[in-house]
């Protein structure tokens, strides 16, 4: 049977110490009949991580729905920006919460709230959101968070690390501006007036580009159509072919 490593830069980054595990880790990325890239980048990961890159890759970028069924939804705000994704340290959400308030920009987070490893976390955001306009809409099916971000002035991800913020492209495809920290592959693979990246734990430059994007409201079509570019009606016949 056919092996391939998906992700490679999240298996690159895994904490495989040394010795016998390391040594294992990397005989599956030599063996791999076919390593999936997201970025050229990633074959340079590998090989900085296991001394020896694989044997065959070739670069596939993550894709999105291009179509999702329609879901009626009934904001409770006119004008909003939108977070979603897990409520935890890696997504900064209480850094985005922090930032909207700053600047008044009622945000509606979508997305489950962490396990006991972040309970204290999970406290300080439900304990500022007290005190916030913003709302926590909890994990929500795909549709409605499509029919969410159709209207949403801002799509918003603040994250420490991403391979690609598909949420940000799905924000894009949908119409709405977006706002994401400068990490993964995401600035190499999406463009267009819209679109505005901070570093990653920058509270201005998070309260820079949110107010920014704010302001300027749901971008033309430019932004949509590169994110198109990334939709699985485009990229999934690359992905058969590079399967074989």
């Given amino acids: 049977a056919a092996r391939w490593v998906r992700d490679p ?12 595990l390391a040594e294992r880790a990397a005989g599956l990325v030599r063996s791999s ?8 980048r990633e074959e340079q990961a590998l090989e900085a991580a296991f001394g020896a890159g694989p044997t065959a890759a070739v670069v ?7 179509v999702v069924p329609p879901s009626a939804v009934d904001p409770p ?28 920009v009622p ?17 300080r955001f439900l304990s500022r959101l007290e005190r916030s306009p913003s709302l926590h809409l909890g994990p929500l099916p795909s549709p409605e968070v499509s029919a969410l971000m159709r209207r949403a002035r801002v799509g918003v ?5 991403e391979v690609m913020g598909r949420v940000s492209v799905e924000a894009a495809l949908e119409g709405a501006a977006v706002v994401a920290s400068d990490v993964g592959f995401l600035p190499d693979l999406l463009s267009g007036p819209g679109l505005t990246f901070f570093p990653p734990g920058d ?25 198109r570019a990334l939709t699985w009606e485009v990229v999934g016949p690359r992905l058969l072919h590079a399967l074989g």
Avoid at 80 to 93: D, W
Avoid at 157 to 161: D, F, G, K, P, V
Avoid at 210 to 227: F, M
């Fill in 203 to 227: 509270d201005a430059g998070l309260r820079a580009a949110l107010g920014t994007a704010w302001a300027q409201g749901r971008p033309d079509g430019e932004l949509a159509a590169s994110a």
């Fill in 77 to 104: 705000f006119a004008a909003f920006a939108l977070c979603v994704g897990r409520i935890e340290p890696l997504k900064n959400s209480l850094g985005v919460l922090e930032a909207a308030d700053a600047l008044g």
């Fill in 33 to 40: 009949d076919l390593v999936l890239l997201s970025h050229a």
């Fill in 9 to 20: 830069m999240r298996f690159a980054s895994l904490r495989w110490g040394s010795g016998d």
């Fill in 157 to 161: 991800l603040a994250s420490w690390t």
């Fill in 107 to 123: 945000v509606l987070f979508v997305g489950a709230l962490p396990g006991l490893r972040h309970a204290g976390y999970a406290r």
């Fill in 60 to 66: 596939v970028p993550p894709a999105v729905p291009g």
